[in-house]
């Protein structure tokens, strides 16, 4: 894996305005809503007219805006590098200026840049315009139809005493990987419903579809929509023709070139254009909103239990056509914006509890680009989220890729959890898997979930059977609460509790979205009170037979893992590894709490035993002779790793066993509140199912092995992985704790990585 920071226990959102963000990362997103769909800023320190925006994977994509003053010959490049093209006219009739760059800001949803436009000379304004490009793709936890629609905004807002026109443009880079490809296009124009507004919609597509197939790591099937109000100019044209044009008469002719051909053949863009009157007499607001989606239908091919499945996206099941769900993302904006909103302002207030001002910052950066990994599809009665292994070898559905992510998921909303397991579970539960233990990944390139018949996916056995169990112990604890105030997730309250007991349906349909303060397509509550319980019970007894199985194997591997690999596979396989052993002994004890779900006492108690004895023989190989540390692997004298898998002790809420706030056999407290993370003062010899000593050791050896731009994974290389950072930040003391965040904001401050925020760096 090499994407995903994921923050491990979690500003106020931006619709124009936006709260000063801490942070200089060197990538900022744009537009990124899904593998495919993902437009980020490069050399993101420097004006956002310094380069043209890109792909993640770094690929410059066509992307500009500009602003012309009509009454002066200035023209001001504000994003990608337009500009390029007006060099190159002959006989220019304007001046390329550029404006004071105010900076960037962002949140969980949105990213802002702002700008100042100097008035003309001969205007009566003496005030410059203040213009901010406002990029909006939101994350909606209580609408996970508005979250399965591929599509993002971009607002233009403007504010000042003299006219402005705004141009924008695209080109055929986002919709192929590949320069040569042939692509064609059209402007389609409609009204919206029993409105008297339209819309303007460019559509641009490969000429030949190549259904699941990528070109460096870009989708070579689908239509990107480009919309905007139907009051805009239009043209589309070779990009050295349009660009000038709009740059002498600050307008477009409406015409479209019919030629169709290749991405980079007189590159074809295609542009509108708004002019903004404003009052010379005093200070007018004024803004265009456009949006950006990409339609694929199907979305990917999965190996299902009825086999190899074309399978739809999410949203076709609410809306009959790609214009119906495009026109309600565009009329929807202010819903959007406004569950975006409080996501994100509630998601400051919790990080800054658990870290600090740069923790908010990094986990608002990296809010979009997990969701940027997914897509949603099958249907509300059977929802699937399915997951990219961005920035690696792209495997379908990677456990381990999964699971640093999950708790992101958890905190913003678990149903989105328990779709990314359902395929694995449901591809598994078929059949189609020869192995005994969990599955690596569901293909070994997304958007081909195609399984591994032959049982060939890299070998992990350990390290995906303790993922697997820890992560569906976590989902069944999240439904399990007594108050609103108890729930892991803000939002999980939220909504009506009916429960269908049915076992042939799903346990987390959304056949019955919500209708709540006059905002449709909300889900329905996540557990609480006693549907909780039922909806887990539900859940976990579909598939018991395979979480024993999984478990099984643990028990006869996982506490002296032979040579294999963890997820840290770059790192190459080690046997007898410390910390892939605790993961596979948190796998059993979480199993013991799965089978108390579905009121199995027998196994219950003899998975508990299993791993009481575990842990204790696990304590006294992976510690160091001297009691300083963890070891790397137990016969590795004088190493030491990083103890990351504690995270997954101390969320499961094991670390309190013993102590005053022992929840007993119980896997959830008895008022149902989640505990926090760090560790208990401990009144008794039982400290914990993992010894609590080792908490503290370890949070002391971190503070003496800290590096400059953060902690080292193990003793092998100066390597981290940021993932593994902030789970193990979020069990150490403060102190530590304190010291390794500050470590990765310096490196997110300092890196000259041109991606966005990668997981392993050196």
């Known amino acids: 894996m090499r994407w995903f920071t ?64 009509p009454d002066s010959d200035e023209v001001y490049p504000l994003l990608g590098r337009a500009h390029d093209s007006l060099s190159l006219d002959p006989n220019p009739a304007y001046n390329v200026s550029f404006p ?27 005030e410059p315009i203040e213009l901010t490009l406002s990029f909006l793709s939101p994350i909606t936890p209580t609408s996970t139809l508005r979250q399965s629609i591929p599509a993002s905004y971009l607002t233009v807002h403007v504010k000042g005493g003299f006219n402005l026109n705004v141009y924008v443009d695209i080109n055929g880079q986002w919709v192929s990987g590949n320069r040569g490809s042939r692509i064609e296009w059209e402007l389609a124009e409609r009204e919206l419903g029993d409105t008297d507004r339209g819309l303007k919609t460019w559509k641009i597509q490969r000429e030949t579809q190549l259904l699941f197939s990528e070109d460096r790591d870009q989708a070579e099937w689908g239509t990107l929509h480009f919309t905007g109000p139907s009051d805009l100019r239009h043209e589309a044209g070779t990009s050295g023709l349009i660009r000038p044009r709009f740059a002498r008469t600050g307008t477009l002719q409406n015409e479209i070139d019919g030629d169709f051909r290749s991405i980079m053949d007189e590159e074809p863009v295609f542009a509108f254009t708004k002019s903004f009157h404003l009052n010379s007499s005093a200070s007018t607001s004024d803004s265009v909103m456009f949006s950006f989606a990409l339609i694929q239908n199907p979305v990917t091919q999965f190996a299902s239990a009825r086999g190899l499945t074309f399978m739809r996206p999410l949203w076709a099941s609410w809306f009959s056509s790609p214009e119906a769900v495009l026109d309600f993302h565009y009329l929807d904006y202010h819903n959007a914006a406004g569950l975006a909103t409080n996501y994100s302002a509630q998601l400051a207030i919790d990080a800054y509890k658990s870290g600090s001002d740069d923790y908010v910052d990094i986990v608002a950066l990296t809010a979009r680009q997990v969701m940027g990994a997914t897509v949603f599809s099958g249907t509300p009665d059977d929802p699937i989220l399915f997951m990219k292994e961005i920035s690696s070898n792209g495997n379908f559905q990677t456990i381990d890729v999964i699971f640093p992510s999950f708790p992101f998921f958890l905190y913003t909303n678990p149903r989105w959890l328990a779709y990314l397991l359902e395929p694995l579970i449901e591809h598994m539960l078929s059949g189609q898997y020869p192995n005994k233990y969990a599955m690596h990944d569901l293909g070994y390139h997304f958007p081909n979930a195609t399984g591994h018949a032959d049982g060939r996916d890299e070998y992990m056995p350990v ?105 840290d596979d770059f790192a190459g396989p080690l046997e007898l590894q410390t910390n892939l052993a605790l993961k596979g002994i948190l796998g059993i004890k979480a199993m013991s709490q799965i089978a108390e779900t579905v009121d199995n006492k027998a196994d219950a108690k003899f998975y508990k035993n299993i791993s009481d004895t575990y842990v204790e023989k696990w304590a006294e190989y992976g510690i160091s002779r001297d009691g300083t540390h963890a070891k790397l692997a137990y016969h590795w004298y004088g190493s030491w790793t990083t103890l990351y898998n504690l995270y997954a002790d101390t969320l499961l809420c094991f670390h309190l066993e013993g102590t005053e706030s022992s929840p007993e056999l119980s896997p959830h407290p008895a008022n149902g509140a989640q505990k926090p993370l760090h560790p208990r003062k401990h009144n008794s010899s039982k400290t914990g199912f993992v ?17 400059t731009y953060g902690l080292p994974l193990d003793s092998r290389h100066l390597y981290t992985k940021s993932d593994w950072e902030f789970f193990a930040a979020a069990v150490t003391s403060k102190e530590s704790g304190t010291k390794i965040l500050e470590s990765v904001a310096k490196w997110v401050n300092e890196t000259g990585t041109d991606r966005p925020l990668t997981d392993l760096y050196e």
């Open 691 to 707: 010894p609590h000593p080792i908490y503290t050791l370890q949070s002391q050896w971190y503070l003496s092995v800290l590096q």
């Open 6 to 69: 994921v923050a491990a226990a979690a500003g106020s959102a931006l619709s124009l305005g936006a709260q000063a963000s801490k942070l200089t990362p060197p990538v900022l997103p744009l537009i990124v809503r899904n593998p495919y769909l993902s437009a980020w800023l490069g050399d993101a320190r420097q004006p956002p007219w310094h380069e043209w925006p890109m792909f993640w994977t770094g690929e410059r994509i066509g992307f500009s805006l500009m602003a012309a003053v």
């Open 100 to 126: 004071t760059y105010l900076g960037a800001q962002f949140d969980a949803s949105t990213t802002n840049f702002s700008y100042l436009i100097p008035a003309p000379k001969q205007s009566k304004a003496s």
């Open 463 to 567: 390290e995906e059977c303790g993922n697997i169990l820890i992560m569906g112990l976590a989902l069944v604890n999240s439904l399990i609460y007594d108050t609103g105030a108890a729930a892991g997730s803000v939002w999980s309250s939220s909504g009506s509790d009916s429960f269908d007991p049915n076992p042939a349906t799903s346990a987390f349909s959304l056949a019955k979205t919500e209708t709540r303060d006059g905002i449709f397509g909300l889900d329905d509550s996540w557990g609480g009170s006693t549907k909780g319980l039922k909806q887990a019970r539900k859940w976990v007894a579909k598939s018991y037979t395979l979480w024993k199985q999984w478990t099984g194997y643990l028990i006869e591997f996982s506490l002296r893992p032979h040579k294999q690999l963890s997820t």
